[in-house]
């Protein structure tokens, strides 16, 4: 099996409650009453590890890493979506689901996840590393 790694660093924490710009590929959330929107359903997603992490101003942030199950009768080489999704919460309101991310990456049916991490910086943001086995 050929190791794949993935080092993904970024402010996948830097949410700020009812702000941000368009051009921002993070959806943002306020803290008011309305009801939260989740990205729809999808068939077969079932969770492959989660990691959470606290941020300034009483916020924590869960990273959910999840992958479609294969079909039945998939061959090792059958390509297998894999997702991150991003949820948070104030205090101990639930946690709300902010943004799914499909990952851009080679993965299939016999994919094994050799290492997910998430490591907070002071500022807020948290930097994702990613390794797996093809």
Partial sequence: MALAALAIAGA???????????????????????????PPPIRGLSVVEAKETSAPGGYRYRLV?????????????TPVSYYFTLSTRRGNQPFVTVHRQKLPYA????????????????????????????
């Fill in 12 to 38: 996948i924490v830097a949410i700020i409650a009812g702000g941000g710009s368009e051009e921002s590929p993070v959806t943002v959330i306020t803290q008011g009453p309305g009801p939260a929107l989740s």
């Fill in 65 to 77: 890493l999840s992958a479609v199950k294969p079909p039945r009768g998939a061959t090792a080489a």
């Fill in 107 to 134: 993965f299939t049916a016999t994919s094994v996840i050799a290492d997910f991490s998430l490591d907070p910086n002071p500022d807020g943001t948290s930097g994702v590393d990613l390794s797996w086995y093809v």
